[in-house]
């Protein structure tokens, strides 16, 4: 395959790609303060830097873009540059699985979502984070 786009190009659209305030981010954030669970942060110095953390009962939510993490249903595998990516990619997957560790080895407990989960149904991602946050009580 050829590659369509200058390295200018190329690197101008990778700039773009965010790692914070990503749309499922936000569309999480708003339907757990519509549901009244506002006790939350969005920026911490914990390790892996979750994308939301509930500091007094020890919770930290990441929410994994499907290509970026390896999602087992969403993944499809680059078709250029394929070696290159797919160290990247499981590079960031071997670091989520030491992160996990290293949070809960500290008494974190860590949720994973895919961005899929959010995008199909907020509600289920809602009610898991729910019963988690109501288990501390």
Known sequence: MVNVHTKQQR?????RIKGKNTQ???ELRKALFKNGHRGFRVSSKII?????IFTKKKIAVF????????CMKCFI???T???WWMKKINRNVKRDNKVDTLLKSDGWKVLRFWEHDI???????LNKMITQLKKGD
């Open 11 to 15: 690197s101008f659209n990778m700039s």
């Open 24 to 26: 499922p981010e936000i």
């Open 48 to 52: 892996g830097k979750p994308d939301i």
């Open 63 to 70: 929410i994994d873009g499907c290509y970026w993490h390896k």
């Open 77 to 79: 595998t680059p078709k």
């Open 81 to 83: 540059r394929t070696k």
């Open 119 to 125: 995008n199909k149904s907020i509600d289920k991602v």
